[in-house]
Every structure is written in structure tokens, then in C-alpha cells.
């Protein structure tokens, strides 16, 4: 797998800092092979790789876990980024006047009947949604039988057969038909081929300016490998694709189709097939398909538990400061740091003992990043010994920090409050005395 693979590469910088370039470029190669071997498309590896080392380059590795981790950690974090799909993006979009039409496209066998028959089972039982199925495909003539069939099953109503009728006509019966019966959602089932033709995006593109549909879903088998960027590029750019339903996810398949496609249409992938049986259809995570593209298993939780572990050493190292009574510039300094690093002030505020009642000041004061960064410069402008001893800070002192720094006198003198009433509690934390009673404190 590869985190075996990179843990390989890494042995020999284990205890160093950061992720040096060089590093970074071994570990690429072994990304690169882990992904093609998913089948994802090469072109898409490129770009991935590439995104990869950026943010890899210079990250300092968690104490706990090995580099090779690390680097698994990040490609796992980038891949769910490059999934995408938040909740709102795979939701199937259904905001439009009833009936609100849904166009199932794809190559023939991709599973656009079976999933058809799934996505109306799914909006008639969680959504409530009074559902008709239409049957587009007029070539082969058990095509719309079977989805009378699948219908059945789901129990939702199948537009009647009519012989000899073209695609474009059967589309608008159904909407007639549909707008007539009061239904909320009409899906309509295309015909496929078995490779992209022009005859076949010509039907579909037809349809799809006959009926203005609110979805149009590409159903993709999750096996198709390397072809995966041709098709979802060509249905993308002929017909406009809103979402992807990834099928046969239950079979063998790593899934490098999910990221090809997503990366090359930026189109949300919004439902997953996960056998032939109606109700077996799921939502997308991007997080489950990432672990199946890497075939990393539990990695990712083990980094996890890792990062765990390492705010826990901060706060005792944190906590050991307090049990000096001590906290001079540095230690705000690298406080502000730390909580940039994390990204989560509350987070860090809250491992600091009584510190609720200024973070509610602070919450007020609105911290964000761009003022923690003028906080880190003002700090920065400041001499060594001033930052040993504030105190020194007299007027002419603050305006040469604020000239320095960017910043004004006043936004150094509330830097200066600040740091005296964190110092004051730590202060009052010494006095409450020992280990024992910091640590129920922050507890
Ligand atoms: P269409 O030609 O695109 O309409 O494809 P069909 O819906 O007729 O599906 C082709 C075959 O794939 C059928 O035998 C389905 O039962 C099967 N199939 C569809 N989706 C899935 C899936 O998610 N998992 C599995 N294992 N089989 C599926
Ligand atoms: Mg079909």
C-alpha cells in the first residue's frame, strides 16, 4: 500500500523537522504510482502531484508520526479537497418547478436504468416526492420494459409505452403527463452507445434543450479507468453535466475514476452504486473514496490520533510554563504561532486554564488571521530584550514598534493589555499553586 511504500522512502529522515524538496519528490514518485494503479487518468495524477508537493514542502512533521505518515496525511487531505462534495454540492438539486426534470446519461451498461429505478426509490421514500420514470432508450426494445419493471419495484409510476415515438416526443409526454398528474420529479432514462457519438450526444442534447432539466447526472461504472476524462469531458462540454453517479463501487474498482472525473469537469460526484439491488445507492464521501483510491485503510485515523496526541503535548508544555508564573513576548509570540498553525483559536484558548472569561474579550475583539498576523509583526519589531521585559515599552519605544511593525501605537498598546492580562493569569495560576490545582483547573 502506500503508506508501506512511503514509510520506506521516510525511514531515513525520521527525527528531522520538515519536508525538504527532496524528500517531497521521492514520496511524489511513489503517489504517482499509487494513484495510476487506481486507475486515475494521467493528466489528473499531474496535476494532483503537483498540488500535493506545494502543500507538503516545508510542513513540519507531528512528533509521533513518521514522515512517511505525514506525506499520506497530506495526499489523503488534498484528495478529499479535490473530491469535493460537501453536503450541499451532492445533494440532488430539485429547486425548480415541478415537475422537475432529472436526465440520466451515460454509456450503455453504465447502469442508467438500475440507477434511475434507485434514485426515484430514494426521492419517493426520503423525500416524499411523487415520482415518474420515463424510458428515452428507443433502440433496443427491452430498454423500456426494463424500466417498467425497475419502476415496479420502486413503486413509482412508468410512463406508458408508446411504439414508434422518438426520444424528444417520449421526453415531452412525460413532462405533460407529469405536470398533469401533479408529480414532483420526472427521471428520465436515456438510451447509451456503446462508445461517445455524435448521433448519441445529438439525441441527448436535444432532450436535454426540450426539457431544461434541473439535474443531469453522468452514470459512470466505476471500472472504466482511464477513459473516465474523455467521457466526462465529452458529455461535460456537449451536453453540461450537473453531478456523476459512480456505479459498480462494490465491485474491484479502486475508484480513480471519482477523481478523474471530478478534477477534470469540477462536477460534483453526487451519488454512489453499490450493487444491483434498488435501495443499494449512497451518497457520496469523499473521504471513504480517498481511502479506497490510496488503499491505506486506517492511516488516516492513526495521523489523526497522532495530531491528538501532539496538542496534548503542547498543552502540558504550556502547562508547565504556567507553573513558572511565567509569560513574557516569546511566549505570546509563539503562542499566536501556534494558534495560526492550528487554524482554531477556540481550540487553543480553551487548553489555557482561565482563560473563558478573555475569550469572551477576545471573541468580541474578533480575532482573526489578518490580526494575528499584525500581532506577530508588532511582536517581531521588538527587541529582544523588550520582549523579555515589556515593560521597557515607553512612548518613543511603542512608535518605533508601530512604524516597524505597520501597525499604530494604539494597536501596540491593546497588544500590550492583552499580553499583561494573560500574564496576570498566569500569574494567579502560580499562586493557586501546584500541579494538582492547574490541572483541575483546566479540566
Ligand atoms: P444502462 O445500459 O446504462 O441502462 O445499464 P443498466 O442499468 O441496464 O445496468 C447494466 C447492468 O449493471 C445490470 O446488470 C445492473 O444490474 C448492473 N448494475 C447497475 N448498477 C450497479 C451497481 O451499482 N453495482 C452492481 N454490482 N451492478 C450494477
Ligand atoms: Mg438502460
Redesign the pocket.
Known amino acids: 500500500s502506500l503508506s508501506s511504500r512511503l514509510g520506506t522512502v521516510f525511514d531515513k529522515l525520521r527525527g528531522r523537522g520538515a519536508l525538504s524538496e527532496a524528500d517531497v519528490s521521492e514520496a511524489m514518485r511513489e503517489v504517482r504510482i499509487a494513484l495510476l494503479e487506481a486507475d486515475v487518468a494521467l493528466p489528473v495524477v499531474k496535476d494532483f502531484v503537483a498540488k500535493v508537493k506545494e502543500r507538503a514542502v516545508g510542513q513540519e512533521v507531528i512528533k509521533s508520526i513518521t514522515p512517511g505518515q505525514m506525506v499520506v496525511k497530506i495526499v489523503h487531505d488534498v484528495l478529499v479537497d479535490t473530491l469535493g462534495a460537501d453536503d450541499e454540492d451532492s445533494a440532488i438539486n430539485l429547486r425548480a418547478a415541478p415537475p422537475v426534470p432529472i436526465l440520466m446519461v451515460?454509456?450503455?451498461?453504465?447502469?442508467?436504468?438500475?440507477?434511475s429505478g434507485k434514485l426515484a426509490l430514494r426521492l419517493r421514500t426520503r423525500e416524499r416526492k411523487k415520482v415518474m420514470v420515463a424510458s428515452l432508450?428507443v433502440y433496443r426494445p427491452a430498454?423500456q420494459k426494463?424500466l417498467e419493471v425497475v419502476a415496479g419495484q420502486a413503486e413509482v409510476v412508468s410512463l406508458p409505452i408508446v411504439p414508434g415515438q422518438m426520444p424528444v416526443e417520449i421526453a415531452r409526454r412525460a413532462m405533460d403527463e407529469a405536470r398533469r398528474g401533479g408529480f414532483d420529479v420526472v427521471i428520465l432514462?436515456t438510451a447509451?452507445r456503446l462508445h461517445i457519438d455524435q448521433e448519441l450526444m445529438d439525441e441527448v442534447a436535444q432532450v436535454r434543450d426540450a426539457v431544461r432539466p434541473a439535474e443531469t447526472l453522468l452514470?459512470t461504472d466505476a471500472m472504466i479507468g482511464q477513459d473516465a476524462v474523455n467521457l466526462a469531458r465529452e458529455f461535460n462540454e456537449k451536453i453540461g453535466i450537473t453531478g456523476i453517479v459512480l456505479?459498480?463501487?462494490?465491485?474491484d474498482a479502486r475508484g480513480g475514476a471519482a477523481l478523474s472525473m471530478r478534477a477534470i469537469t469540477g462536477k460534483p460526484i453526487k451519488l454512489l452504486?453499490?450493487?444491483?439491488k434498488l435501495d443499494?445507492l449512497e451518497g457520496f464521501h469523499a473521504d471513504r473514496i480517498a481511502g479506497r483510491i490510496l488503499g491505506m485503510g486506517d492511516v488516516v485515523s492513526l495521523v489523526e490520533k497522532a495530531a491528538a496526541t501532539f496538542e496534548a503535548e503542547e498543552a502540558e508544555k504550556m502547562a508547565a510554563k504556567l507553573l513558572d508564573g511565567k509569560f513574557d513576548m516569546d511566549d505570546m509570540l509563539s503562542q499566536l504561532r501556534q494558534i495560526q498553525k492550528m487554524g482554531d483559536i477556540k481550540g487553543i484558548l480553551g487548553m489555557l486554564p482561565g482563560i473563558g472569561k478573555m475569550q469572551k474579550q477576545l471573541d468580541a475583539a474578533k480575532i482573526d488571521d489578518k490580526m494575528i498576523k499584525r500581532q506577530e509583526a508588532i511582536i517581531l519589531s521588538m527587541t529582544k530584550k523588550e520582549r523579555r521585559t515589556p515593560e521597557l515599552l515607553k512612548a518613543s519605544r511603542k512608535k518605533r514598534v508601530a512604524e516597524g511593525s505597520g501597525t499604530t501605537v494604539q494597536e501596540v498598546n491593546k497588544l500590550l493589555k492583552q499580553h499583561q492580562q494573560m500574564a496576570d493569569v498566569m500569574k494567579r495560576m502560580k499562586k493557586m499553586g501546584g500541579k494538582k490545582g492547574l490541572m483541575g483547573a483546566m479540566s
Open positions: 451515460g454509456l450503455q451498461g453504465s447502469g442508467k436504468t438500475t440507477t432508450d430498454a426494463q432514462d447509451g452514470v456505479t459498480r463501487v462494490d465491485g452504486g453499490m450493487g444491483e443499494q
